[in-house]
């Protein structure tokens, strides 16, 4: 079975490791900060010293990290992905980035010898423990092929979109309208709420009909308790909206409901919310 590396043991890492940890590979885990790989030592893993260093020893290393900056700082430098790659090596980031900065890396990752495919998922907290994300896979198509057990451990379905930047546009697409439903949702709910009615009411209302979905459930359910334990910290709610507003700036794309939705985001985060889950958005809305 290949070797595989593991970069980055956030909320969303760590699910997947342990997935892939489960299923049998051989496993080597980096974090930035290391003492998160501990608990992955404990139960099989290997921990490698640097991104260099584990996408020289791996045959394909996978990577998920916050943002745009992340996903670079871990390329670049003396100790970074690129340093290490070397004649064929896979490298696959599953981070949330924009297209620029995936075709950066691509090219970095492709004149150092290696191989690259961008993978960013769609699905939280839950579904990365349950492996059942959605794996938006975009770049070498040899390597997309070689990848494909490892997502499967990881996923329930890995659609490959093409070229390079296409699965980081397809994900923009959908964060962009999960942050728009997520605010007229809440609009909603409070509005209703204000109104008299029952709030367990309109979320049973609104599964019954067409506009039901797992979100508006999850979600409903953290609203009405006031709980917005994290699954997908709100920080990077606003990132996900703030990259998919440039793609429509750069294709001249009018986004008026996101560029709205995009706006509550960034009040929530000046209002302390960042790190709480992106329902935290309904306690600026309400
Ligand atoms: P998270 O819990 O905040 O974890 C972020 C990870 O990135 C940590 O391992 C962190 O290391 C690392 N990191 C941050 N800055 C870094 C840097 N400069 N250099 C190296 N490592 C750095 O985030 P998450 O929820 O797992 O999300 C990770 C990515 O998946 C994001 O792009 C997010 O948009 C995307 N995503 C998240 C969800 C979700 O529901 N959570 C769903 C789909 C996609 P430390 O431990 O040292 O801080």
């Known amino acids: ?26 496993v080597t885990v980096w ?25 020289a020893h791996c045959d394909i290393t996978f990577a998920i990290v916050s943002d745009p900056a992340a996903a670079l700082a871990l390329c670049q430098g003396e100790e970074g992905v690129v340093a290490g790659i070397g004649e064929g ?17 691509a090219q970095a990752i492709t004149q150092a010898g290696g191989r690259f495919l961008e ?41 490959y979109l093409g070229d390079i930047g296409q699965g980081a546009n397809m994900k ?34 609104i599964a019954a009909g067409a506009m039901a979905n797992p979100m508006f459930k999850g979600k409903g359910a953290m609203l009405l308790n006031d709980d917005y334990t994290t699954s997908f910290p709100l920080k990077h709610m606003q990132k996900d909206m703030r990259l998919a507003i440039a793609l429509g700036d750069q294709l001249q794309q009018p986004l008026p409901n996101a560029a709205a939705a995009n706006e509550t985001f960034k009040l929530a985060i000046k209002q302390g919310f960042a790190d709480e889950d992106i329902a935290a958005v309904h306690k600026v809305i309400r």
């Not at 490791?17 to 051989?26: E, P, R, S, T, V």
């Not at 974090?31 to 996408?55: D, L, M, Q, W």
């Not at 490298?91 to 980035?97: F, L």
């Not at 309208?177 to 709420?193: A, H």
């Open 1 to 26: 079975m290949i070797s595989i590396g593991f970069l980055g043991l956030g909320i969303m890492g760590s699910a997947m490791a342990k997935n892939l940890l489960q299923a049998g590979f051989d």
């Open 31 to 55: 974090n930035r900060t290391p003492e998160k790989c501990a608990a992955f030592v404990a139960i099989g893993a290997h921990h490698g010293a640097s991104p260099k260093a584990v996408a």
């Open 89 to 105: 090596r896979g490298y696959v980031d599953m981070s949330t980035v924009d297209d620029t900065t995936s075709k950066t890396i």
């Open 119 to 159: 993978a960013p998922v769609s699905g939280t907290k839950k579904p990365a423990e349950d492996g059942t994300l959605i794996i938006l896979a975009a770049g070498d198509k040899s390597l997309y092929d070689e990848a494909s057990h490892a997502f499967g451990a990881m996923g329930k379905m890995s659609p």
């Open 172 to 205: 923009l697409v959908v964060n962009m309208m999960m942050g728009g439903m997520l605010n007229i949702f809440s609009e909603g709910m409070s509005l209703g709420q204000k109104a008299g009615l029952d709030g367990n009411q309109i979320l049973a209302i």
